[in-house]
């Protein structure tokens, strides 16, 4: 049984920093691709971050590049999303995603292809 729970979240002012956290049990963490998504209130889940198996491809909505960062450490089954730079429009519940789709470049932003999901830690930025 895979298990998936994300920590970290928390309020921030805007142009703060978080760090996430998911924290993995179950199969071999490294057979998985890693996602971020969030849903901000009134909104659809979209796509934040994503990661490949061994971390060596990253992938990133354009809304958050050059401002979030994700890694994974496999050795600690543990995949991370640190967050620079907050905006008030980054406040959403945020989900990390584990999948085993092949292949994974190909489908990386995609909810459905996503077999584990977390419970999602809240993130709120102030203005």
């Known amino acids: 049984q895979v298990q998936l729970v994300e920590s970290g979240g928390g309020l921030v002012q805007a142009g703060g920093s978080l760090r996430l956290s998911c924290a993995y049990s179950?199969?071999?963490?490294?057979?998985?691709?890693m996602g971020w998504f969030r849903r901000a209130p009134g909104k659809e889940r979209e796509f934040v971050a994503a990661?490949?198996?061994?971390?060596?491809?990253?992938y990133y909505t354009d809304s958050v590049k050059d401002r979030f960062t994700i890694s994974r450490d496999n050795a600690k089954n543990t995949v991370y999303l640190q967050m620079n730079s907050l905006k008030p429009e980054d406040t959403a519940v945020y989900y990390c995603?584990?999948?085993?789709?092949?292949?994974?470049?190909?489908?990386?932003?995609?909810?459905?292809?996503?077999?584990?999901w977390g419970q999602g830690t809240q993130v709120t930025v102030s203005s």
């Open positions: 995603a584990a999948s085993l789709v092949v292949p994974y470049y190909r489908y990386y932003n995609r909810p459905e292809k996503y077999d584990y």
């Open positions: 990661i490949s198996w061994h971390g060596e491809s990253t």
């Open positions: 179950g199969h071999t963490f490294s057979s998985y691709g």
